[in-house]
């Protein structure tokens, strides 16, 4: 029952092993795909803020390729008469707000503003000044030459805020997005292209978003940003500060929303981030995965070590099947050879004795002939459990065949042993049978000696002379080999 326990334990121990190895790995395969993914989706944003712009770019490129090519506007920038460009490009102007770039505006060759399509200054003024540098962050600007027979004669530049820039984006692949500026950005320059109110982003303090954009998001979508943004709130703290390109998961509502962070610069200097907010079953998908890989994996485990363990139990069961009498449950005389064989190169090592008894129940075939082979049967069984009940520890009792048993008695010499025998004859004596009643035993003991003994079996023919002599004395005695 012990073995048995030990053996279950092992196997609880071995399966808990495995099963905590199998979950890191499989924990760090989801990261790992969680982490590419990731990665995946901010190429789709880079790839979805390039495409826009293009866009946006090919539209003004547009206008441009049809003013570049007429002589008469180019002799009208040459001359530098406000009233009749601006009158010239309002037709054009009209098509570009319809597809919402408002920033049209004209510059000489030496790079000041000649006219702004948007804020038109039809005299020459100092006001018509270029973006300055904070205006011009907020934009995204596409510039290009204008030439007159090889002459530089002045500068097309159209513009588009990052709010259009938004909207476009929401409007052509869904999900909803948002920019936001870093705090020191924020200044009067900020709104002298319109009327525009910044105000703190719950994202981070130190970044802020335009008011007139966000009052265009439903009040749903501003709830939800909201609250994806306190869930992430702390988790982008740090990542913020380093200016690079990152996206992480979070979890709302039972909905899972990969938030992608695209790096805007001007003039490589970090200004603020593109972010990208998407509902995304993916990584839903990677945790069901995650656990189907941990429940079969187990599973698998479990099948695995249950069949190793039958294996070696049935192995084990076999082999105590060969060296165990089935009558008894007690060792039989080939598992003795084997543990004798321990005793005697232990004995030979050390020098500690050990002894040998053999017992045999007297008259045991007038037993058998008046009460039946059952009653045979039941009284070998009862003696071995009653001599097994009252031997020490380490003794092993045997049944050596028919009517005959051993016991080997490690650390003993022929007085232990003799002791032993007679506590064993005694409690036979004294016990009662059913149907049977009392009976005896014939006991023959032998001392196993280093100095002169090779093996085993000349202690057991001593032994079992021994016994022949306490039976030839009137049986029910203990006899020592001499």
């Known amino acids: ?6 053996k279950i334990l092992f196997f609880i121990l071995a399966y808990l092993a495995i099963s905590t190895l199998l979950y890191f790995y499989f924990t760090i395969d989801k990261k790992n795909r969680t982490t590419v993914y990731l990665t995946q989706q901010i190429e789709k944003l880079k790839s979805e803020f390039k495409a826009t712009k293009n866009t946006y770019d090919k539209l003004g490129s547009f206008v441009y390729d049809e003013l570049t090519s007429d002589k008469g506007f180019l002799e009208l920038l040459q001359k530098g008469d406000r009233s009749s460009i601006y009158s010239y490009l309002l037709p054009y102007y009209k098509i570009l707000r319809r597809y919402n770039i408002q920033y049209l505006t004209l510059l000489g060759p030496d790079g000041k503003t000649l006219l702004k399509m948007h804020k038109p200054t039809l005299k020459p003024t100092r006001s018509a000044k270029p973006f300055s540098e904070n205006e011009s962050r907020l934009m995204i600007e596409f510039k290009k030459p204008i030439y007159m027979q090889n002459r530089l004669i ?5 513009a588009i805020s990052y709010n259009v820039l938004k909207s476009e984006l929401q409007r052509l692949f869904k999900g909803y997005y948002e920019y936001v500026i870093k705090s020191h950005l924020i200044n009067k320059d900020i709104f002298r292209y319109g009327n525009y109110l910044f105000i703190q982003s719950d994202l981070n303090p130190r970044y802020f978003y335009e008011e007139s954009s966000y009052r265009k998001q439903n009040s749903k979508a501003k709830e939800l940003i909201h609250a994806i943004n306190l869930t992430i709130k702390d988790l982008v703290a740090n990542r913020l500060g380093q200016n690079a390109n ?43 995965i995650f656990l189907q890989n941990l429940f079969f994996s187990n599973l698998l485990i479990i099948i695995f070590l249950a069949f190793i363990y039958y294996f070696l139990h049935v192995r084990y069961r076999f082999e105590e099947m060969a060296v165990t009498d089935k009558l ?17 190169t232990r004995s030979k090592r050390t020098g500690e004795p050990f002894s040998i008894i053999i017992f045999d129940i007297d008259h045991f075939k007038k037993i058998n002939d008046t009460y039946g082979h059952d009653v045979g049967d039941y009284v070998l069984a009862a003696v071995a459990k009653l001599v097994q009940k009252h031997i020490r520890k380490y003794d092993y009792l045997f049944r050596w065949g028919g009517e005959e048993f051993v016991i080997l008695s490690p650390h003993t010499d022929s007085k232990g042993a003799y002791k032993l025998a007679e506590k064993i004859r005694r409690l036979i004596e004294s016990f009662e049978f ?13 001392q196993f000696y280093p100095e002169t003994d090779e093996n085993i079996e000349s202690v057991i023919k001593r032994a079992d002379n021994a016994l022949y002599q306490s039976k030839r004395e009137g049986r029910n005695k203990t006899n020592i080999a001499l």
């Open 434 to 446: 059913e149907k049977v009643g009392h009976i005896t035993v014939s006991l023959g003991l032998s």
């Open 328 to 344: 008894t449950g007690l060792f039989n005389r080939h598992k003795l050879y084997e543990i004798a064989d321990h005793e005697v």
């Open 1 to 6: 029952m012990r073995t048995d326990l030990v």
């Open 154 to 158: 002045g500068f097309f530049k159209s």
């Open 246 to 288: 990152f996206a992480l998961v979070t979890r709302v509502n039972g909905t899972y929303y990969v938030v992608s962070f695209l790096a805007i610069s001007y003039n490589n200097t970090h200004i603020g981030y593109l972010i990208s907010y998407k509902k995304d079953d993916t990584i839903k998908l990677f945790n069901t």
